[in-house]
């Protein structure tokens, strides 16, 4: 259930509230980069279920090696990586104004059907840390084949806020300063939590 | 063959024109919209084939269920619900100043290579829609599987008249008065046409 | 080895040191544009690897009837058509400010999980030819099947130089005049080089 108090919250205090620790942002094999930046948008390369130090995605299809179930770990996997990499380029996730769009790619079995329920687990984790904000457009498609037998790969495409001019800069620190005082009042009231259960990621 | 004075009529009157209702649009199954706007650019979810109370496009892979025909005809009704989505999110389709790309997925039967062919019954339906603002970039490819087996998916980026500023706003209601005078004078003119086969959509 | 004077030098010029000579843009097979601006933003639709009076590459999967390094040589093809409709847009490439963003489809065997392999050759190409500005967010993956058979679709998104105020135009004007005053210098310096080698493209 969200609040209105919640919808205040800043996303890396998501985060801890649900004990996720962003991993390492992944490093592209080729000459590409993690993310790029070009004007208001932040295109995220698509990133995949593979996070250093952590138990791995099953590798090969949903609907035939890996379960719907699987199948939304594995994309809530692929955005924490994306949430790793925008965190890179940016210095922080509350530089994100809201997110734009999803392209979810299911490494499908033949007759796999339920693109849509596997990413949901991007979808879902990407609502839990930002809100209404994390709303996006989105595309799922079952794909033949994933660079190195992934289940599923996601490309994230956030909004970053302005701060082209003065004014804008400005504005942003009143409502960061708005933010850390709503955040300190939830951080008083909201009682302690259990640790993030890595299984459910 | 499109006349100079086509290229004033509004989108919406050119579906009138043609006998084209929108369709409800379509509800997401998930925490994802059907469009989000970022700047001047609308960022429509992948649609399918799909529209309650009409007749589906048959189900499976393109080569295989269905024909190339079939496909395009599946592509349409693609970009008929991808209009009612970007509908929903403007207050109508006059605020559209182009279309900017359309991703064409196909679910591919073994060996079939046509997916242009198909592609074409979304490309096509945006001109008739919107003329030559209505033409785009556009990425074609033949996928192993689609959610609910549906043959074609199609995600339309469509760019909106910018309304920042009062000059914008201004300039804009100018164009509208001069297009609804130039609707008026072809209607008065055009000849009564058939009824829109729902089958040909 | 990339210097600080490479890094000045236009990638039209960068062209001309490989010998790569750009081929005539591709036309649709449709009511579709190869390129459409929007913004700073330029979409150019997928290319494929088919290029007027050149050898064609071999068509099919990659992992089957294609090895990685013809699919990467077919990647690079992609690139030139997609740096012939942008340029055909744009009047030059040096209208481009940095390259955004890639999409990478590689038609895939069974099991074939090198996409990311077949991909370098978008990127190694676009990054030749715009230095660290042509680094971009990257997508790869690996589809059942791609229109005429073709083993590669690469769709790129181009960052164009803004040109809405005159203090804008104004810097590009002095900027273009410091490029050609290195391009000069750098031309005299260079040694010749050897002819551009088809097979390699």
Redesign the interface.
């Known amino acids: 259930m969200q609040t209105e108090v919640d919808l205040l919250v800043l996303p890396e205090e998501k985060l801890r509230q649900k004990g996720i620790v962003l991993p390492e942002p992944p490093k ?9 930046r ?4 932040l ?4 990133m995949i279920p593979k996070i250093a130090g952590q138990p791995s995605s099953p590798k090969g299809k949903v609907g035939r090696d890996l379960t719907s179930q699987e199948g939304y770990d594995a994309a809530r996997l692929c955005v924490l990586n994306a949430l790793a990499a925008a965190k890179m380029e940016l210095g922080g996730l509350d530089r994100i104004s ?1 997110v ?4 979810g ?12 329920l596997v ?2 687990g991007a ?2 984790l ?2 839990d840390v930002f809100g209404e904000k ?16 992934v289940p599923v ?1 996601v ?1 994230v ?1 956030f ?1 970053i806020k302005g701060s082209e001019t003065g004014a804008d800069i400005e504005a942003d620190h009143v409502q960061e300063n708005l933010l850390k005082e709503a955040e300190q009042k939830t951080s008083a009231r909201r009682r302690s939590r259990g640790p993030y259960r890595k299984a459910a990621v």
């Open positions: 592209p094999i080729g000459t590409y980069l993690p993310a790029v070009s004007g208001n948008i295109f995220v390369s698509g809201r734009v769009k999803v392209v790619y299911v490494a499908s079995a033949e007759g796999f059907a339920d693109q849509p990413i949901n979808s879902d990407l609502v994390g709303k996006h457009a989105r595309v799922s498609v079952g794909v033949a084949e994933l660079p190195g037998n790969e490309e495409t909004e």
